[in-house]
C-alpha cells in the first residue's frame, strides 16, 4: 500500500502578518509520526474568501487527507466553513447535533452568531472538542478545526486515531544520515541520482553546508528499516571506491550508522 499523502491547509491573516507565529505544524508532525505517518506539504493562506476557496478547489481533488486549522469561529472572517463548501459544490446545511452541543452550553446565548457555527458543508460530521464542547468538523477528507492549538492538537489527535491510524505503514520510517567533508555537493551529483534510480522507495535528501572554506555534506536517506539499511551501507562504500572521499576518516556519522574505528 502506498504512504497516505496527509496534508495541513493553515489559516489565518495574523500569520502572514507575523502577529502571531505557527505552532499546528510541529504538533501535527508529531503526533503523525507516532503512528508512523509524515505530513507531505503544508498550506499557509490568509483570510480571503477567493484565496481560500481556490486552495480547498486544489486540495479537494488530491487523493489526500487534509488537516484545516482555523476560521471555523462565528465572526465574518471566519470563512473555512463558506469556502469549503463552495469548493465542493455543496449548500452550508446547519447541523443539528452541533446546535444541540451549542445550546447546551450556551443557552438562549447561542442565538443568534453561536449558531452560526453549525452551519456546515452538507454531508458534515463533527470533530470532538475536548477543551470547551463546541466542536470541529470534517467533510471529505478535510478535517477541519479551531486555530487554538490548545484546542486543535487533541482534535487533531482524535482524528489521527480514529481515521488515519489504519493507515500507517506496518514498519515505521527510519532515517540515517551521515556528512562528508572536503567535498562539493556537485561532485556528488551523479552518485545521488544512482541512488534514487536503484532505491525508488527511499527519500535521499543532500544538505550543503561549509565550515570556513571547507564545504561538507549532511546526506539521508528516509524509508523502510530493510532498505534504509542496505542503502546506507552501499553508499558509505561508494563514497570510498569512488575516491568522493580520501578514506572512512572523512565520514561523520549523524543517525543510523556507528563512527568506523580507523
Known amino acids: 500500500m502506498a504512504d497516505p499523502e496527509i ?103 447561542a442565538y443568534p452568531n453561536r449558531v452560526l457555527m453549525a452551519d456546515l458543508p452538507q454531508g458534515s460530521g463533527l470533530i470532538p472538542n475536548p477543551v470547551n464542547g463546541v466542536p470541529g468538523f470534517h467533510c471529505e477528507r478535510h478535517f477541519c478545526v479551531p486555530g487554538f492549538p490548545v484546542m486543535a492538537e487533541p482534535m487533531a489527535r482524535w482524528v489521527i486515531a480514529d481515521y488515519l491510524a489504519r493507515l500507517a505503514p506496518a514498519q515505521a520510517p527510519v532515517e540515517r544520515s551521515l556528512r562528508v567533508h572536503g567535498i562539493p555537493e556537485s561532485r556528488l551529483v551523479p552518485l545521488l541520482n544512482d541512488f534514487e534510480a536503484r532505491y525508488p522507495e527511499l527519500r535521499i535528501s543532500s544538505l550543503p553546508g561549509s565550515v570556513g572554506d571547507v564545504p561538507r555534506v549532511e546526506l539521508g536517506l528516509r524509508g523502510a528499516p530493510a532498505p534504509v539499511a542496505a542503502a546506507f551501507e552501499e553508499l558509505r562504500q561508494a563514497l570510498v571506491a569512488g575516491g568522493l572521499v580520501a578514506g572512512e576518516h572523512e565520514i561523520e556519522w549523524l543517525s543510523g550508522g556507528t563512527t568506523p574505528s580507523v
Open 7 to 109: 496534508g495541513a491547509v493553515i489559516i489565518g491573516d495574523e500569520l502572514l502578518s507575523g502577529k502571531r507565529r505557527d505552532r499546528h505544524q510541529a504538533a501535527l508532525i508529531a503526533a503523525l509520526a507516532e503512528r508512523g505517518l509524515e505530513l507531505a506539504w503544508v498550506r499557509i493562506v490568509g483570510d480571503d474568501a477567493g484565496l481560500l476557496t481556490a486552495t480547498f478547489r486544489e486540495t479537494t481533488r488530491r487523493d489526500a487527507w487534509v488537516f484545516s486549522f482555523g476560521g471555523i469561529g462565528a465572526t465574518p472572517d471566519d470563512r473555512t466553513r463558506a469556502c469549503l463548501a463552495r469548493a465542493l459544490g455543496r449548500p452550508l446545511v446547519r447541523h443539528p447535533e452541533f446546535v444541540a452541543l451549542l445550546e447546551a452550553r450556551f443557552g438562549t446565548e
